[in-house]
């Protein structure tokens, strides 16, 4: 199973301000995926990040509030922007492996206040 | 909207018991996951199952599938305190390029020593 790393593991930022969750993958792998876990919440899907083009976002995610950015196959990050306190979650990345399975990273704990 | 829904949505034995989750879906799947989270952290991968296999079994775990009921069941035997966590299903729909997992609420498993 592919290995994967987030960070920062957790943060607490201001109202307004970005945060950029990078996450990193030990193997290549063609897709990345975004998700969100809000308290208590189960997870939504944010976006699908494939390298050489546009991320693809679900419903309710749009790209200048989730800015994505996939460079090569094994790395991506997710920009939170403007936040405010409704963008307090759990943010995970996970990668598809070759029997598709999904498996995911530690996670980003983001605290807005 | 949510593909799967757990129940129970909380579940309390004590530790040697056996504790079974169930998951109900409501489209034709390619296959069915199951994670693991413990408070709040990453998810951990627990086991795959295809809309072609009907049971499957790793260690402890053992899940079910009825695609005919589009349900499906993951039982935890000789439970342990380590398995307090939540455990979610999550699905993949069929039809070509499907790759999105739909998550659902999760059951809060309690096992007390």
């Known amino acids: 199973s592919a290995v994967i790393s987030q960070k920062p593991s957790r943060d607490i930022c201001q109202r307004g301000t970005s945060l950029t969750i990078q996450c990193q993958v030990d193997?290549?792998?063609?897709?990345m995926f975004w998700y969100r876990q809000q308290p208590g919440q189960s997870l939504t899907l944010i976006a699908t990040?494939?390298?050489?083009?546009?991320?693809?976002?679900e419903s309710g995610f749009v790209i200048d509030k989730f800015p994505i950015s996939r460079p090569n196959l094994t790395f991506s990050t997710l920009t939170v922007s403007n936040m405010s306190p409704e963008d307090s979650s759990i943010y995970l990345c996970?990668?598809?492996?070759?029997?598709?399975?999904?498996?995911f990273g530690p996670g980003t704990r983001l605290t807005v206040l | 909207s949510q593909q799967g829904e757990e129940d129970p949505q909380a579940l309390s034995i004590q530790e040697g018991e056996n504790a079974t989750m169930n998951c109900s879906y409501k489209?034709?799947?390619?296959?069915l996951q199951w994670y693991r989270q413990n408070s709040g952290r990453g998810l951990v991968h627990l086991i795959l199952?295809?809309?072609?296999?009907r049971e499957k079994h790793s260690g402890r775990l053992r899940v079910t599938l009825d695609t005919s009921k589009k349900s499906s069941s993951l039982l935890i035997t000789a439970s342990r305190a380590a398995d307090t966590a939540s455990y979610f299903c999550?699905?993949?729909?069929?039809?070509?390029?499907?790759?999105?997992?739909?998550f659902g609420k999760g059951t809060k498993l309690s096992v007390i020593p």
């Open positions: 996970s990668v598809e492996d070759q029997v598709d399975e999904q498996f």
């Open positions: 193997s290549q792998v063609t897709m």
């Open positions: 990040a494939n390298q050489g083009s546009e991320a693809t976002y």
């Open positions: 489209t034709s799947i390619n296959n």
């Open positions: 199952i295809r809309s072609n296999e």
């Open positions: 999550a699905t993949i729909s069929s039809g070509a390029g499907s790759y999105q997992l739909t």
